[in-house]
C-alpha cells in the first residue's frame, strides 16, 4: 500500500520517493509524468504561492499519471528542463487571457490577468504541437490553446454572444447544459459517447477558431465546448470541467485516454 508520494525536482532530474507498506512499487515508477500548469495567488498570510485544485490532481492520478506541477514562475531554462522530462501537459483552468495575445475586445469584466502565466502557458502550448507531446486543455487551457494557434476569443459571453444559456455557474458540481460530440470524431471515439451532461463556469469563449484545429463540441447554444487537433498524436480541449465529474465513466475515460496516450 503506497502512504505518500514526494517529489524532488532539480536540474539533476525529478525525484520519486515513495513511503509505502509491503507492495511492490515496480509498476509505480512507470506511470508517466503529467505536468498541470498552475496559478499565481497569495495564502491566508499574503504570501505568494503557486497552485492548482486538487480535483486535477487527483483525476490524473486516478487515470493512471503521476501529477507534477508547473510553476508558471521558473525562469525559461528551468521551465524547459522540466517540460523536457513530462511525458504530458494538462492545462488547467483560471483567469482571463491578456487580451494583447489575441487582440481581443477589452470588458471591464476582464479578471485575473497574469503576465506570467499566459507567457508560460502560451510558450508551453506551442512545443508540445511542435514536439507532438500529448496535452488536454481544460476551460481556460482550451483558450490557450486556441490563442496560441492564431484563434481569438469572446472577452465576455453575456455582451458578445447571443444566448440563453448562463455559461457562467457558481458551481463545478452543477451540471449547466448538454454538450453534442462529433460522432465521427475523435473525441467520441474516446468518450463512447456523444451526449455528455457537463458543466460551465467560464465568461469567455472560443471565437475565431484556430485552423490547425477541429471543432467537435458544441453546447445547444452553438457556443464552441470541444476541439482537437487532428495532425496531433493527442491534443484535445475542452471548455468544460471534467476533473470535477469523475463520478461519470465518460469523463474518467477521458482522463486515462489523456495518459495512456502520454505513455507512447
Known amino acids: 500500500m503506497i502512504i505518500g508520494v514526494f517529489y524532488f525536482i532539480s536540474k ?16 509505480d515508477v512507470t506511470k508517466p509524468l503529467i505536468g498541470i500548469t498552475t496559478f499565481n ?16 490532481i487527483r483525476a490524473v492520478a486516478q487515470g493512471g499519471g503521476i501529477p507534477i506541477l508547473i510553476p508558471v514562475i521558473l525562469e525559461e531554462d528551468d521551465r524547459d528542463d522540466l517540460y523536457s522530462r513530462l511525458q504530458g501537459v494538462l492545462f488547467s483552468g483560471g483567469g482571463d487571457i491578456a ?16 503576465d506570467f502565466r499566459d507567457t508560460t502557458e502560451l510558450s508551453l502550448l506551442k512545443q508540445s504541437v511542435e514536439d507532438g507531446k500529448p496535452f488536454l486543455a481544460i476551460c481556460r487551457g482550451v ?15 453575456p455582451d458578445q454572444f447571443t444566448t440563453l444559456l448562463h455559461h457562467d455557474q457558481d458551481e463545478f458540481t452543477t451540471i449547466a447544459h448538454p454538450v453534442n460530440i462529433d460522432e465521427e ?11 455528455l451532461q457537463v ?3 467560464h465568461h469567455q469563449g472560443l471565437k475565431d477558431v484556430a485552423s490547425d484545429l477541429k471543432v467537435v463540441g458544441l453546447a ?13 498524436p493527442y491534443a484535445m480541449g ?17 482522463f486515462k485516454s489523456f495518459v495512456d496516450a502520454s505513455k507512447k
Open 41 to 56: 495567488g497569495k495564502n491566508d498570510y499574503g504570501r505568494p504561492i503557486s497552485g492548482v485544485q486538487h480535483t486535477y
Open 185 to 195: 470524431s475523435r473525441m467520441a471515439e474516446i468518450l463512447g459517447e456523444t451526449l
Open 99 to 114: 487580451i494583447k495575445f489575441f487582440s481581443g475586445q477589452d470588458h471591464p469584466a476582464i479578471a485575473d490577468v497574469d
Open 199 to 201: 458543466n460551465s463556469l
Open 220 to 232: 445547444p447554444d452553438g457556443m464552441i465546448e470541444a476541439v482537437e487537433m487532428p495532425s496531433h
Open 12 to 27: 539533476a532530474g525529478i525525484w520519486l520517493w515513495y513511503a509505502c507498506g509491503d507492495e511492490k512499487l515496480e509498476d
Open 238 to 254: 475542452v471548455q468544460w470541467h471534467p476533473e470535477w465529474l469523475t463520478d461519470q465513466p465518460v469523463m474518467r475515460r477521458l
Open 143 to 157: 483558450q490557450v490553446m486556441n490563442v496560441a494557434l492564431g484563434g481569438s476569443l469572446y472577452t465576455h459571453i
